[in-house]
C-alpha cells in the first residue's frame, strides 16, 4: 500500500477552521484518499474519501492538490468534540472493497477552549 | 448512517479461557467484515477479513487458531479469544461494508483485559 505522512500532533482553537496536512507521494491512479477520525476509547468513524476533485459533506471537506502527491482534511469549525486521531488513508478502488485498511500513526488534533 | 455494534464493550476474563466478541451490522447487509486490535498508544492493526458464508483471511502473525472467526450471517461476525493470556488484552474493534466498500463503518469496540 501506498504510504501516507501526517504531522503527530496539531492544535487550533475551538471555533476556527483547521487544516489537516497529509503527504503521499507515491500514490497511485486507483488510490482514493480516505479520512477516519477516532475519538477517544471508541471505534474509528468515517470522515470523507475523494479521488480528484475536492468534495465536501456536513463533517468536512477534502482539498486534493492537482498531482495527488498531497490533500488537506479542512474541518471548517472546530469544536471541542472534533478533538481525535485523523487517519489520512490510501485505498486502492481496484480492491474492490475486500482489503482492510492501512492505519498509520495519525494526527492528534487538540482543540483549546 | 450506517450502524455497526459490539457487544460485549468489555470483559475481563482469567488466563486461560475463551471470550467472544459479537459484531452486528445493525440497518445493512455486511458482505465484509474486518477485524482490528488496538493496543494503548498504538494505531489500530488489521487483524482478519471475513466474508459470510466463507473462511476467514487472516494477516501475518496473526494466529488463526487462537482468534477464531465465524461469519455466519450478512449482519453478524464473531471472534473467539480461545485461551486468552494476558498478552491479549486490547481493544478489539470490528468494521463492516457492503458494495464495493468504499467506506468502512466501524463498531465501538471491546476492550479486553485478561488477568
Known amino acids: 500500500d501506498a504510504k501516507t505522512t501526517q504531522p503527530n500532533s496539531m492544535e487550533s482553537n475551538e471555533e476556527e477552521p483547521v487544516h489537516l496536512p497529509c503527504n503521499h507521494s507515491?500514490?497511485?491512479?486507483?488510490?482514493?484518499i480516505h479520512w477516519y477520525r477516532q475519538l477517544p476509547s471508541q471505534g474509528p468513524e468515517y470522515v470523507i474519501h475523494?479521488?480528484?476533485s475536492n468534495v465536501n459533506n456536513r463533517m468536512a471537506s477534502l482539498a486534493i492538490a492537482e498531482d495527488r502527491k498531497s490533500s488537506t482534511l479542512i474541518l471548517h469549525r472546530a469544536t471541542l468534540r472534533d478533538a481525535a486521531v485523523y487517519y489520512c488513508?490510501?485505498?486502492?478502488?481496484?480492491?474492490?472493497?475486500?482489503?482492510?485498511?492501512?492505519f498509520g500513526k495519525g494526527t492528534h488534533l487538540i482543540i483549546q477552549p | 448512517g450506517a450502524v455497526v455494534s459490539q457487544h460485549p464493550s468489555r470483559v475481563i476474563c482469567k488466563s486461560g479461557t475463551s471470550v467472544k466478541i459479537e459484531c452486528r451490522s445493525l440497518?445493512?447487509?455486511?458482505?465484509?467484515m474486518f477485524w482490528y486490535r488496538q493496543f494503548p498508544k498504538q494505531s489500530l492493526m488489521l487483524m482478519a477479513t471475513?466474508?459470510?458464508?466463507?473462511?476467514?483471511?487472516?494477516e501475518q502473525g496473526v494466529e488463526k487458531d487462537k482468534f477464531l472467526i465465524n461469519h455466519a450471517s450478512l449482519t453478524l461476525s464473531t471472534l473467539t479469544v480461545t485461551s486468552a493470556h494476558p498478552e491479549d488484552s486490547s481493544f478489539y474493534i470490528c468494521?463492516?461494508?457492503?458494495?464495493?466498500?468504499?467506506?468502512?463503518?466501524f463498531g465501538p469496540g471491546t476492550r479486553l483485559l485478561v488477568l
Open positions: 471475513s466474508n459470510e458464508g466463507s473462511k476467514a483471511t487472516y
Open positions: 440497518d445493512f447487509q455486511a458482505t465484509t
Open positions: 468494521s463492516a461494508s457492503w458494495d464495493r466498500g468504499d467506506v468502512q463503518y
Open positions: 475523494g479521488l480528484t
Open positions: 507515491t500514490i497511485s491512479g486507483t488510490d482514493y
Open positions: 488513508i490510501l485505498r486502492d478502488v481496484t480492491g474492490g472493497g475486500a482489503d482492510g485498511l492501512t
